[in-house]
């Protein structure tokens, strides 16, 4: 004879195994939306750095500033970002992330010296005109600003110089490298756009024909 168990749909069934299963889905969201939170307050401490270097410098920014304009503590700060440093380098990758940097592979196919010259630092000088204010803080506090972004910065910088110097005639010389070098800083723009006016044409051309002239 065969004996079938009739099973309670009430009790320790099938039923029963789905009740346990049911809260599944909402720890799920519970997770993804810790998560979330977390991501923005991270891009919230990152866009506070950020804003706090381009208007007041990187040199009197602190982690209380950058706290109390992200609306969080000292702590979650710190929580996010193991030091100073760490937090230096992710407000740099997004700043850079936004900007339109110079494309040296673009100028790099122009034959003529003189109009590789001209076009590189058009396209240099935008970047500085559009980048001015930040460029401005991190030359004056370098030395608040941590070594690899320093380092990132001038080798960007040489990639330009040696992409501009590398047609040109009499580029081996010292005063021709020492011409070049001087058009394409940051503070050489800064003297003859920021301070004395110039349109970054009209500072292009100066430059340009400095070189020109070195190079003879």
Not at 24 to 37: E, W
């Amino acid at each position: 004879m065969v004996y079938l168990q009739i099973v309670d749909p009430r009790s320790t069934g099938v039923n029963a195994l789905s009740d346990h299963q049911s809260p599944a889905p909402k720890r799920t969201y519970q997770k993804t939306k810790r998560a979330l939170d977390e991501w923005r307050t991270r891009e919230r401490i990152i866009d506070a750095a950020e804003y706090l270097h381009g208007s007041i410098g990187p040199a009197r920014t602190t982690v209380t500033a950058v706290a109390d304009r992200a609306g969080v503590t000292r702590a979650t700060v710190y929580r996010h970002f193991a030091n100073e440093e760490s937090l230096f380098v992710a407000c740099s990758r997004q700043w850079l992330s936004r900007q339109q940097l110079p494309q040296p592979e673009a100028w790099s196919v122009i034959e003529d010296p003189i109009e590789l010259l001209r076009t590189g630092l058009m396209d240099i000088y935008r970047f500085y005109r559009r980048a001015g204010q930040m460029m401005a803080h991190i030359h004056r506090d370098v030395d608040a600003v941590p070594a690899v972004v320093v380092a990132a910065r001038r080798a960007r910088e040489q990639q330009w110089l040696n992409t501009l110097l590398a047609p040109q005639p009499g580029h081996r010389r010292k005063v021709v490298r020492a011409a070049v070098t001087h058009a394409t800083t940051f503070t050489t723009w800064q003297s003859l756009c920021g301070e004395l006016g110039l349109s970054d044409r009209s500072a292009v051309q100066l430059m340009v024909g400095m070189v020109e002239r070195v190079s003879r």
